[in-house]
């Protein structure tokens, strides 16, 4: 393997990884199933991650052609993008983000697959990224496969990570992940203009 595809997957992981924002979901993820046996959260965690994956690779596999049937272009996609990614990130950073109460029904897609873990701006970056010129299907399906089999993990284990850090440090980690996808939300938006001030 090139060193030149090794970055990219290695760097599109991580903004993916970044982008799924597992550390941020997790309390999500564990109010919502606190009311389940640990076999129930493990169960319901790996479906929910698979349901996601699979969103994911439609994306990735049928993203542009979902464009194309939308007339939706690129640019505008990646400004739509960053600008969700923005408000999002902005709630982490400071910390307003929606209490979410457990509950005794089983969830089902939503709202742990769509939008916690396949979200609306990791759908974009998907097609964005898979859309780009150094990208190839190999690398964008290995960088998929990667960051989501992280978050995957991260949420799995959801339970311990909660009891060893805590719910204060789970909200510093909460804000630091919001900072850095500010960051990469308005690279998105810089992008997205750029590309109409210059006229591609």
């Known amino acids: ?3 030149a595809t090794l970055q990219f997957i290695i760097s599109t992981a991580i903004m993916l990884f970044l982008i799924m924002d597992p550390l941020g979901n997790l309390p999500i993820f564990v109010s919502h199933l606190r009311h389940f046996t640990d ?6 965690v790996i479906r929910e991650s698979l349901a996601a994956l699979v969103i994911l690779l439609i994306f990735l596999f049928f993203g542009n052609q979902i464009l194309v049937l939308l007339h939706i272009s690129t640019i505008s996609l990646g400004i739509a993008g960053g600008i969700i990614l923005f408000l999002i990130a902005l709630k982490m950073v400071f910390g ?3 209490n979410h109460e457990s ?3 089983e969830p089902f897609l939503v709202p742990l697959a769509i939008p916690c873990f396949a979200g609306p701006s990791t759908l974009a970056m998907l097609i964005l990224v898979s859309g780009s010129p150094e990208s ?4 964008c399906l290995s960088a998929v496969l990667l960051s989501w089999f992280l978050s995957s993990c991260i949420l799995l284990t959801g339970r311990f990570w909660e009891k060893i850090l805590g719910t204060k440090i789970l909200g510093a980690v909460e804000s630091l992940m919001g900072f850095l996808l500010t960051v990469v939300a308005v690279e998105m ?3 997205g203009l750029r590309a109409i001030f210059s006229g591609t």
Not at 39 to 44: K, L, M
């Open 103 to 105: 509950s005794l029904t």
């Open 1 to 3: 393997m090139e060193n």
């Open 96 to 98: 307003t983000q929606a």
């Open 136 to 139: 190839t299907l190999s690398a």
């Open 189 to 191: 938006l810089i992008n």
């Open 39 to 44: 076999a129930d959260y493990r169960r319901i």
